[in-house]
């Protein structure tokens, strides 16, 4: 039977990792601490400065994936739960901080996106104390693979390695609804922190849909739930508003879902009148509009619409 590669196997480290085993001895593993992490984001902000800038165009990543190894993620939510948000706001003051001085020398600093992302992941084949990180110019935006470079830091010898990877490796990654934040960019630069704090606690909660359609092959439409009820609707909706979750799709009904959050009990609750709905392998009988019937929609839910477009719903 032929076995299976790994990630690191995939993305050409393996071999490296195996030449060096021989010639380092491996210290007792130090548990990653807030600093740790907080330091590594800004070494990578810089960086990305660095590596993308030209002429006198500043130009930097927007969107930050920060991996871990599982039990190193695990301990940060278990032990020091809110900690990432508190990073996240210490990093973008710094970033801030850093751009103006730039500005300052006559640098153009603009942005290429609205908004600074941060995913906090785990990878299985990550041993205790190793971290790496994924950027991005354009967050949630995959499809160009030259723009998406992995850095993997090893707890052996704490040498950063860097290697342009495909999209397809990060679905090795777990990524946590925990470990999920945003923040909208600032064009004065100016770090407001009640505007951020009201932003990162804005999203009651993420889904991500998966279209057959082939203009959206191999991408995920992410939507971000910021008003206590949603509708989900098809293409041929015409209405744009924050609770309007239109997905582009010839096989979702206009509407197909309401969902509902009740604050009080801190659940989340669906009706359908869509043709087909189907929650965990269970089916949804239809409503009418004016008398809907509600399910309570468990988190981390398997939503399949019509049989074909697939949405998973995360609490953030």
Not at 160 to 187: C, H, M, N, R, W
Not at 248 to 277: M, Q
Request: net charge neutral.
């Amino acid at each position: 039977m032929k076995s299976k590669t790994t990630f690191w196997q995939r993305i050409g480290f393996h071999d490296w990792f195996l030449k060096k085993e021989t010639t380092f001895t491996p210290k007792e593993v130090q548990s990653l601490t807030p600093n740790d992490v907080y330091k590594y984001i800004i070494e990578k902000f810089k960086e990305s400065i660095g590596q993308l800038s030209f002429a006198d165009r500043i130009v930097f990543y927007h969107e930050y994936i920060i991996s871990f190894n599982p039990q190193d993620y695990m301990q940060f939510m278990d032990n020091k739960k809110g900690i990432f948000g508190l990073i996240v706001q210490e990093s973008v003051k710094q970033f801030y901080s850093h751009l103006k001085e730039l500005r300052k020398q006559g640098k153009t600093v603009e942005p290429s996106s609205s908004k600074w992302v941060f995913r906090f992941v785990s990878h299985p084949d990550y041993a205790p104390g190793d971290k790496g990180f994924i950027g991005k110019l354009l967050p949630g935006n995959y499809q160009k693979e030259e723009n998406l470079r992995v850095t993997f830091i090893p707890r052996q010898t704490g040498i950063a390695q860097t290697a342009d990877i495909s999209s397809e490796i990060l679905k090795g990654f777990t990524f946590y609804s925990e470990g999920y934040y945003e923040v909208p960019y600032q064009e004065d630069l100016v770090y407001d922190e009640l505007k951020v704090s009201k932003s990162m606690n804005a999203v009651i909660a993420r889904f991500e849909a998966i279209l057959p359609d082939k203009a959206y092959a191999g991408k995920k439409i992410e939507y971000l739930m910021k008003d206590e009820e949603i509708i989900v609707t098809g293409k041929e909706d015409e209405r744009e508003a924050s609770n309007i979750f239109k997905i582009p799709s010839e096989w979702v009904n206009t509407p197909h879902l309401r969902i509902r959050y009740n604050k009080e009990h801190d659940k989340y609750y669906i009706t359908s009148f869509g043709e087909k709905t189907i929650v965990n392998e269970r089916q949804l009988r239809p409503s009418a509009s004016e008398k809907p019937t509600w399910s309570e929609l468990p988190i981390n839910s398997r939503i399949v619409l019509n049989g074909i477009v697939g949405i998973n719903i995360f609490k953030s």
